[in-house]
């Protein structure tokens, strides 16, 4: 857990590659609507900000986490983009469902980047309390879309070296 208050999401664009020469592809679950939103908005800002062209961004849905995967692949093969970004929310509820739901969609991210040639991202909030999920997608812990972006800026740079 996360003991830091700091704003995690700060960045230096000087530090960064520019994003103008590469495609991204955001696959956003459906699943806790309030929070996806706000990582995907964050995530296709900062694209921009960091000089990522508009019709360069993909954005598919998906019903939940769980479905990431899917999503991710399938945006992989048919849009050739050069970094994914899987956003996603889980908060703990009463059954163990959260740990099942968590983990398929970490280790189903984890897949594709081992077997694919594009980088996808992990922007996947596993929160206990909704509060959390709100602290991490735009509240004082930042917005973890911010930070997902830079990811796969990164990414999709060390992948055309």
């Known amino acids: 857990m996360a003991t830091s208050n700091k704003n995690l999401s700060v960045y230096d664009k000087t530090t960064i590659p520019n994003a103008n020469q590469f495609r991204f592809g955001i696959v956003v679950s459906e699943w806790n609507v309030e929070i996806t ?75 594709l980047n081992v077997q694919m040639d594009t980088p996808v991202i992990f922007c996947v909030l596993t929160d206990d309390t909704l509060e959390q999920a709100r602290a991490r997608s735009g509240g004082k812990h930042g917005n973890k879309g911010t930070e997902a972006a830079i990811a796969a800026i990164k990414m999709a740079s060390l992948g055309k070296e």
């Open 37 to 111: 939103e706000s990582l995907a908005k964050a995530a296709h800002d900062t694209l921009i900000d960091c000089g990522a062209l508009p019709e360069s961004i993909i954005r598919w849905d998906v019903p939940g986490s769980f479905e990431l995967t899917f999503g991710c692949k399938k945006m992989i093969v048919q849009e050739e983009v050069d970094a994914v970004i899987a956003v996603g929310s889980v908060i703990r509820g009463e059954t163990s469902h959260f740990d099942f739901v968590c983990s398929a969609s970490a280790q189903g991210i984890k897949d």
